[in-house]
Antibody
Framework: QVQLQESGPGLVKTSETLSLTCTVS?????????WGWIRQAPGKGLEWVAS???????FYNPSLKSRATISVDTSKNTFSLKLRSVTAADTAVYYC?????????????WGRGTLVTVSS | DIQMTQSPSSLSASIGDTVTITCRAS??????LNWYQETPGKAPKLLIS???NLQSGVPSRFSGSGSETDFTLTINNVQPEDFATYYC?????????FGPGTKLDFK
């Protein structure tokens, strides 16, 4: 059974870097076609953050103004998100997710999400 | 970027009603439109992919249709567990975008 689990600090200081890791179990991340990060600020809607393909192609939400970076560690079967220069607007539940189907860019397998609060 | 809009932003329904939610893309996205259901404290759940493909395990009272720029999600015979927020998401572009959401609540 494939499972995704987000982890990382629940509190990040303003202007610092938010770092989250998604641990994948039950499936090799190298075999997956597409993986992504989505977030939801309190009381707000879903916002796509970033995604990457198995090929290595990576895409980021332009609204993040180049603050985000995705990296992959196949030896640990994890992928990570770093978001630099955070502000209170980055406070959100962050989800990692993937499609079960190949060649799909929707998400039907999600982690439980992790709340990150940005505060001074 | 492709912008997604949804209407209405909220609607009220009674058990057994039929409701329709509309999603519109700022440009043609073919059929690359997906629908999610979100309930508080849970990860979003994919209901429908590529406009009309009902996901395994999703009740048949949910259906989706549309192409190009205009899409709909219909829920027939609304059940108590359907009161949630619904989001559309385009996957035509590598820069994914979600709609702002439609909250379905109990009348």
């Amino acid at each position: 059974q494939v499972q995704l689990q987000e982890s990382g600090p629940g509190l990040v200081k303003t202007s610092e870097t938010l770092s989250l890791t998604c641990t994948v179990s039950g499936y090799s991340i190298s075999s997956g076609f597409y993986w992504g990060w989505i977030r939801q600020a309190p009381g707000k809607g879903l916002e796509w953050v970033a995604s990457f393909f198995r090929s290595g192609d990576t895409f980021y939400n332009p609204s993040l103004k180049s603050r985000a970076t995705i990296s992959v560690d196949t030896s640990k079967n994890t992928f990570s998100l770093k978001l630099r220069s955070v502000t209170a607007a980055d406070t959100a539940v962050y989800y990692c997710a993937t499609p079960v189907a190949k060649n799909a860019r929707y998400f039907d397998l999600w982690g439980r999400g992790t709340l990150v609060t940005v505060s001074s | 970027d492709i912008q997604m809009t949804q209407s209405p932003s909220s609607l009220s329904a009674s058990i057994g009603d039929t409701v329709t939610i509309t999603c519109r893309a700022s440009q043609s996205i073919s059929i690359y439109l997906n629908w999610y259901q979100e309930t508080p404290g849970k990860a979003p759940k994919l209901l429908i992919s590529t406009s009309s493909n009902l996901q395994s395990g999703v009740p048949s009272r949910f259906s989706g249709s549309g192409s190009e720029t205009d899409f709909t999600l219909t829920i027939n015979n609304v059940q108590p567990e359907d009161f949630a927020t619904y989001y559309c998401q385009q996957s035509y572009s590598n820069l994914l975008t979600f709609g702002p959401g439609t909250k379905l609540d109990f009348k």
